[in-house]
């Protein structure tokens, strides 16, 4: 059998620790972890975070359910092999168990795939990532819609409004978030964006910014 995924250690909790505990290091760890922070990363390191990044998701879709917490620490304590917080593990983990959680977060998703990590960081943070794509959203809506108008009405003509059109599609791409999930507009998000709205998770989360 592979080595066994420690869940506990990649949350970093001891293993009497308390839902709520479970749910703010989760929130720490998935912060430190975000893939779409490392700006500037090359394409190793940023593959490596994308990786904690699903294994922090998947520690925390198991042990935030008292009926998959209960399942998996029967299979934590029947181990004889060594237990690792490689985030590799996991993948092997879900998939040997994938039936005993069956269908993850979503209903879209089949039983032998991982939790979604965007849609679970999403609906964690739901509270807190709202205000910052709202915040965030608007200014790109009303860009695109100047843009696009003015270069149309400027150069009057069929090129012009070609253009006018496509500049309006890029900067407008993200719309109001109003009415939208907040993993939908994150998403839709610039990197620079993205990053800029982590650190601020990160300023009301672990009360300091991440680098």
């Not at 506990?8 to 912060?31: F, G, H, M, T």
């Not at 998701?57 to 935030?64: E, G, I, K, P, Q």
């Not at 998996?72 to 181990?79: H, M, S």
């Not at 009405?153 to 993200?174: E, H, Q, T, W």
Request: overall charge neutral; proline content about 5%.
């Amino acid at each position: 059998m592979s080595i066994f995924p420690d869940y506990y250690k990649l949350l970093n909790v001891p293993r009497n620790a308390s839902l709520d505990e479970i749910r703010q290091a989760y929130k720490k760890e998935s912060l430190k972890t975000h893939p779409d922070r490392f700006v500037k990363a090359s394409a190793d390191e940023r593959r490596r975070a994308t990786e904690k990044f699903q294994a922090i998701a998947d520690a925390y879709y198991v042990l935030s359910d008292t009926k998959r917490r209960k399942e998996y620490d029967a299979l934590y304590n029947a181990q004889t092999s060594d237990k690792t917080d490689d985030p590799t593990s996991s993948r092997n983990y879900f998939a040997q168990f994938a039936n005993m959680f069956g269908s993850g977060p979503t209903n879209a998703q089949s039983e032998t795939q991982q939790p979604d990590p965007d849609g679970m960081f999403a609906d964690v943070f739901e509270e807190l990532l709202r205000p910052e794509v709202e915040r965030h959203a608007p200014w790109w809506s009303w860009i695109g819609t100047a843009c696009g108008g003015g270069l149309g009405f400027i150069i009057a003509n069929v090129p012009g409004l070609m253009l006018g059109a496509y500049a309006g599609n890029r900067l407008g791409a993200v719309r109001d978030a109003k009415g939208k999930s907040v993993a939908a507009v994150f998403s839709q998000l610039e990197g620079a964006q993205k990053a800029e709205i982590l650190r601020a998770l990160a300023m009301k989360v672990l009360g300091t910014a991440l680098s």
